[in-house]
């Protein structure tokens, strides 16, 4: 039984297309988390959500924007597709945002802008 | 913000040899978790380890919150031990995890 999923693993496109990304807990989990990982493997978050209210916003770009429709999901909507956008993108989630709690990962979507 | 530095960047060992990971963070952190990438992209959680000592099988880990560093020691090591490792923590009163670069971990037979 998959604890964090995320749809779909592989997603390629051109530039200027909007996509999205989603992602869905089974762990009952309040917090959800986006991270990006770069063509260099660097990992950074982009986003989390607690109980499905916007916590962190990493001065991503306003193409990407997050949805939590309930705390068990997180998706992620991205527009106007730029090649610097490839990369692999990681779902996240954890007991709460307090910090002391363990993150769990999903298996990644990579991300290929033509 | 925290940086946080991790050694070796590359590991290249033999089937059977041991090794240690360093992570060293440049501020204290919540807690720390240790990573390990698979060739296939996934990311595998290895130790939930803000300090103190943990095994399991024949990867264990060490963390001294005090200095600020993490070790993660692979003993015996097998070709499916390949991979990137990573180490990562968030700064206190934050959730959001602060990720070291990786050591590449290549076993060969």
């Known amino acids: 039984d998959t604890a964090v999923s995320q749809t779909p693993k592989y997603l390629v496109t051109q530039m200027g297309n909007d996509k999205s990304i989603k992602c869905e807990q089974n762990?009952?989990?309040?917090?959800m988390y986006w991270y990006k990982q770069d063509s260099k493997k660097f990992l950074k978050i982009m986003f989390s959500?607690?109980?499905?209210?916007?916590?962190i916003n990493e001065t991503v770009p306003n193409r990407f924007s997050p949805k939590s429709p309930d705390k068990a999901h997180l998706n992620l909507h991205i527009n106007s597709l730029e090649l610097g956008d490839s990369a692999v993108y990681f779902c996240?989630?954890?007991?709460?945002?307090?910090?002391?709690?363990?993150?769990?990962f999903g298996p990644g979507t990579r991300l290929t802008v033509l | 913000g925290i940086q946080v530095e991790q050694s070796p960047p590359d590991l290249i060992l033999q089937e059977g040899a041991n090794s240690t990971l360093r992570c060293n963070f440049s501020?204290?952190?919540?807690?720390l978790q240790w990573f390990h990438q698979n060739p296939w992209g996934q990311l595998i959680n290895l130790f939930y380890?803000?300090?103190g000592t943990k095994q399991n099988g024949r990867l264990s880990a060490t963390t001294v919150a005090t200095e600020r560093y993490s070790l993660l020691y692979i003993s015996s090591s097998q070709t499916t031990d390949s991979g990137v490792y990573f180490c990562?923590?968030?700064?206190?009163?934050?959730?959001?995890?602060?990720f070291g670069t990786g050591t590449r971990l290549q076993v060969f037979p």
């Open positions: 380890i803000p300090s």
């Open positions: 959500y607690n109980n499905k209210e916007l916590i």
């Open positions: 990562a923590g968030p700064p206190y009163n934050t959730d959001k995890l602060i």
């Open positions: 996240a989630s954890s007991q709460d945002a307090s910090g002391v709690n363990e993150q769990f």
């Open positions: 762990l009952g989990h309040d917090t």
């Open positions: 501020d204290s952190v919540n807690n």
